[in-house]
């Protein structure tokens, strides 16, 4: 796809189509430049849903900036530059397309923001019934969960002393689940290499990937943090790591193989096994 068309513009019929070719190694290595950037932005807005907001914002702004210092040739029969009116449009467009990304992640931000006051809420909660038998291994009735799932949407503080275990226990995963919307889950980003991960050191690392400050990396340590305290009763509420990870590991991961999908709950019952040390 030519940046023309990409960016919706069709050049004036004195003008030729714009090309890559040139006769200098400036202009082949600037308009490359460009043509690669075009590629990539093309491949990341593919699917908006995602893509990462400040990935699409890095490139655009790369390609806001090649576009402005390529110098300004006069158009021959070798070399077609994309003439200075296409050339405003196009800026106009990255200026556009910037915007819509800022918008779009700090809408982004704020969502993954209330899930995590969300889930803090009723971590809090479920932290007094973790000596409780069969905890995580029971759920609530469909009409409470809904119940409590509206409640928490509308205010994250809401109280929740007065809510059953089993429901409490049910929207935690239903929110763990849905973190990432419908075709994604909270460690995607990382989970090949997690399937991956052979020892504790390299699960470390793996996990750090999602970098200390992000949402996923403060939810994932907020669950894998209230299973390990859970699994420390295991001796009155009967869930140890392994039945903590089978109940739990499901709502982390989004793998369509059934097969591979099992070597998830290892990786969990380590996780929840080495938290201080994974998450220190």
């Known amino acids: 796809m030519t940046l023309f068309a990409f960016l919706g513009i069709r050049p004036r019929a004195s003008e030729p189509s ?6 200098t190694k400036n202009k082949k290595n600037d308009s490359t430049e460009i043509e690669q950037l075009t590629k990539e932005i093309i491949q990341l807005s593919g699917d908006v849903s995602k893509a990462s907001p400040s990935q699409l914002e890095t490139k655009y702004s790369a390609f806001r900036e090649a576009v402005k210092k390529r110098e300004k040739f006069t158009c021959d029969e070798e070399w077609a530059i994309l003439p200075i009116e296409a ?16 918008a779009k992640l ?37 009409s409470a969960i809904i119940s409590l799932a509206g409640r928490l949407e509308k205010d994250p503080k809401a109280d929740l002393n ?23 889950s909270l460690l995607e980003k990382i989970q090949e290499e997690l399937l991956r991960a ?55 991961f989004s793998i369509a193989d059934p097969i591979k ?17 994974i998450f220190a």
């Not at 050339?87 to 800022?102: A, M, T, V």
């Not at 275990?165 to 049910?170: C, G, P, W």
């Open 162 to 184: 007065k809510e059953s275990r089993d429901t409490l226990v049910s929207v935690f995963k239903q929110i763990v689940k849905g973190f990432g919307g419908e075709h994604s």
């Open 106 to 142: 700090s809408e982004t931000n704020a969502h993954k923001a209330h899930v995590l006051k969300k889930l803090g809420s009723l971590r809090d909660v479920l932290l007094t019934h973790v000596t409780e038998e069969g905890i995580f291994r029971l759920s609530g009735g469909t």
């Open 198 to 252: 052979s020892d504790i050191t390299t699960l470390k690392s793996v996990v750090k990937k999602l970098g200390f400050d992000s949402p996923e990396y403060k939810i994932t340590k907020l669950v894998i943090g209230l299973l390990s305290e859970t699994a420390k009763s295991s001796g009155t509420n009967q869930m140890d790591p392994i039945k903590l990870a089978i109940c739990m590991a499901q709502n982390l």
């Open 261 to 277: 999908a099992l070597a998830t709950t290892p990786i969990v019952q380590s996780m929840i096994e080495n938290y201080s040390e």
């Open 87 to 102: 050339e405003k449009q196009s800026l106009e467009f990255i200026d556009d397309k910037l915007s819509q990304i800022k």
């Open 18 to 23: 714009f090309d890559i070719s040139g006769p």
